[in-house]
């Protein structure tokens, strides 16, 4: 059995949380032992996240954290006309979710519609009345981590005849 002991560092803690908890938590081959304050040992939920991702780490299932470069990430989006909506479709690329905006030529320009956190998103607003069209441009932002991601995409549009 592998024993792995992490002690949280307590230095920059208020004092009251100095005094730690020693809590285990294991598999069949991996024991951890954390000393954590005593506040944060009364949230199972966070022990149990921790010790996890200290498992996971021990017994090399989980890699080590990989850095995003937001510069190379390609923000592509495309739009298609369905029966049902406007598609629009893009590629996770590891991010949390889209930022997506529309612009519906009504004359607001571009105005918040989503975040889209499952490809793709479809638009079901009112298409234009008979008789008349009207020009739909989109654009999105990655979020990752509650924080917008590299640069907006490039516009795309799709004409819509009612």
């Given at each position: 059995?592998k024993?792995v002991?992490?002690?949280?560092?307590?230095?920059s803690l208020p004092?009251?949380?100095?005094?730690?908890?020693r809590?285990?938590?294991?598999?069949?081959?991996?024991?951890?032992?954390?000393r954590?304050?005593s506040?944060?040992?009364d949230?199972c939920?966070?022990?149990?996240?921790?010790?996890q991702?200290?498992?996971g780490?021990?017994?090399?299932?989980?890699?080590?954290?990989?850095?995003?470069?937001?510069?190379?990430?390609?923000?592509l989006?495309?739009?298609?006309?369905?029966a049902?909506g406007?598609?629009?479709?893009?590629?996770k690329?590891?991010?949390?979710?889209l930022?997506?905006?529309g612009?519906?030529?009504d004359?607001?320009?571009?105005?918040?519609?989503?975040?889209?956190?499952?490809?793709d998103y479809?638009?079901?607003?009112?298409m234009?009345?008979a008789?008349?069209s009207?020009?739909?441009?989109?654009?999105?932002?990655?979020?990752?981590a509650d924080?917008?991601?590299?640069?907006?995409?490039?516009?795309?549009?799709?004409p819509l005849?009612?």
């Open positions: 059995m024993v002991t992490v002690q949280l560092n307590t230095g004092r009251n949380w100095q005094s730690g908890t809590v285990f938590c294991g598999t069949g081959s991996v024991a951890v032992f954390l954590v304050p506040v944060v040992a949230s939920a966070t022990i149990f996240q921790f010790c991702i200290v498992i780490h021990a017994q090399q299932i989980i890699g080590s954290e990989q850095t995003i470069d937001a510069a190379s990430l390609n923000h989006i495309n739009a298609i006309l369905a049902w406007v598609i629009i479709g893009w590629i690329q590891g991010m949390d979710a930022e997506l905006w612009d519906r030529g004359g607001k320009g571009f105005v918040f519609l989503v975040i889209d956190s499952i490809p479809t638009d079901t607003a009112a234009p009345p008789g008349q009207a020009l739909w441009k989109y654009k999105g932002i990655y979020i990752h924080q917008h991601i590299g640069q907006w995409s490039d516009v795309v549009s799709i005849a009612g």
